[in-house]
């Protein structure tokens, strides 16, 4: 009885609380923006009434609710899930999956490499792979965490010049993703990169630096990055809608330089 009742699925108004308050929205502000009744919202979060496919769909539009958890909310409320989640290599997502392979060939000879919603590598471009050179068997996987290849002790960590910065940077980004998403796997991982060595500064905002930069010590050269991250518009595949492309561009002629001449070109 004890593990019935415990394993039992949480009703739809509890997965809905729960979101709204992970926004930070009271439920005023949700029914505002969703064109609801405070009152109907109410009802709706403690099961006196029950919301149809469409207003389910409607709230999680508004409360950014990821594709994988829209899915989720439709089942806890009674419906199939509609949005489809494929492997990378299905061939309904080939177009994607070639734009993706295109955007990295093209990123060459900068770094440039494709995760998913756990920082787990899909594809990496030539230049990534030559930083990635030499690392532990252990740590490059498969499957590779990027995020614990920068900054394990025996990976990348070593060679990047400004470590406490730029695991700053990386580990406020993943309490944000993870505070977003409620992901237990990235707290899981947060808790992991911050057991590492290295320390945490913040970025001074008086330097004049227009964003956190990656600073790799590479062959008796320090190679200067700046990042980027490129999604896909409007998915409508889990998979699709939670893979991301990783950029790192030069942040000075010298690195353009020694990345053209690591390549060949």
Same mark, same amino acid.
């Given at each position: 009885?004890?593990?019935?009742?415990?394993?039992?699925?949480?009703?739809?108004?509890?997965?809905?609380?729960?979101?709204? @308050?992970?926004?930070?929205?009271? @439920?005023?502000?949700?029914?505002?923006?969703?064109?609801?009744?405070?009152?109907?919202?109410?009802?709706?979060? !403690?099961?006196?009434?029950?919301?149809?496919?469409?207003?389910?769909?409607?709230?999680?539009?508004?409360?950014?609710?990821?594709?994988?958890?829209?899915?989720?909310?439709?089942?806890?409320?009674?419906?199939?899930?509609?949005?489809?989640?494929?492997?990378?290599?299905?061939?309904?997502?080939? $177009?994607?999956?070639?734009?993706?392979?295109?955007?990295?060939?093209?990123?060459?000879?900068?770094?440039?490499?494709?995760?998913?919603?756990?920082?787990?590598?899909?594809?990496?471009?030539?230049?990534? @792979?030559?930083?990635?050179?030499?690392?532990?068997?252990?740590?490059?996987?498969? $499957?590779?965490?990027?995020?614990?290849?920068?900054?394990?002790?025996?990976?990348?960590?070593?060679?990047?010049?400004?470590?406490?910065?730029?695991?700053?940077?990386?580990?406020?980004?993943?309490?944000? @993703?993870?505070?977003?998403?409620?992901? $237990?796997?990235?707290?899981?991982?947060?808790?992991?990169?911050?057991?590492?060595?290295?320390?945490?500064?913040?970025?001074?905002?008086?330097?004049?630096?227009?964003?956190?930069?990656?600073?790799?010590?590479?062959?008796?050269?320090?190679?200067?990055?700046?990042?980027?991250?490129?999604?896909?518009?409007?998915?409508?595949?889990? !998979?699709?809608?939670?893979?991301?492309?990783?950029?790192?561009?030069?942040?000075?002629?010298?690195?353009?330089?020694?990345?053209?001449?690591?390549?060949?070109?």
């Amino acid at each position: 009885m004890t593990l019935a009742m415990t394993s039992a699925p949480r009703p739809i108004g509890h997965h809905l609380r729960d979101w709204r @308050q992970r926004r930070r929205l009271s @439920q005023l502000d949700l029914a505002l923006d969703a064109e609801i009744s405070a009152r109907h919202l109410s009802f709706l979060e !403690t099961g006196r009434a029950a919301p149809s496919r469409e207003m389910v769909l409607r709230l999680a539009e508004q409360l950014e609710v990821p594709l994988r958890d829209r899915n989720q909310l439709l089942l806890a409320a009674g419906f199939a899930p509609v949005f489809a989640e494929r492997a990378l290599d299905d061939p309904a997502l080939a $177009p994607a999956r070639e734009a993706v392979e295109r955007l990295l060939a093209a990123h060459d000879p900068w770094p440039a490499l494709a995760v998913d919603r756990h920082w787990t590598l899909q594809a990496a471009n030539p230049a990534a @792979q030559r930083l990635m050179a030499g690392l532990p068997a252990a740590l490059l996987g498969p $499957p590779t965490n990027v995020l614990r290849v920068s900054l394990h002790p025996d990976g990348l960590a070593p060679r990047i010049v400004n470590l406490a910065e730029w695991r700053g940077h990386l580990l406020s980004r993943l309490r944000r @993703q993870a505070s977003a998403a409620g992901d $237990p796997v990235l707290l899981a991982l947060i808790a992991e990169l911050e057991a590492y060595p290295g320390g945490e500064a913040e970025i001074d905002p008086t330097a004049g630096a227009l964003a956190a930069p990656l600073r790799l010590a590479v062959d008796g050269t320090v190679l200067s990055f700046l990042s980027a991250t490129l999604m896909f518009g409007a998915p409508q595949d889990v !998979t699709l809608s939670e893979l991301a492309v990783e950029i790192f561009l030069p942040a000075d002629p010298a690195t353009a330089d020694a990345l053209r001449a690591r390549a060949g070109v």
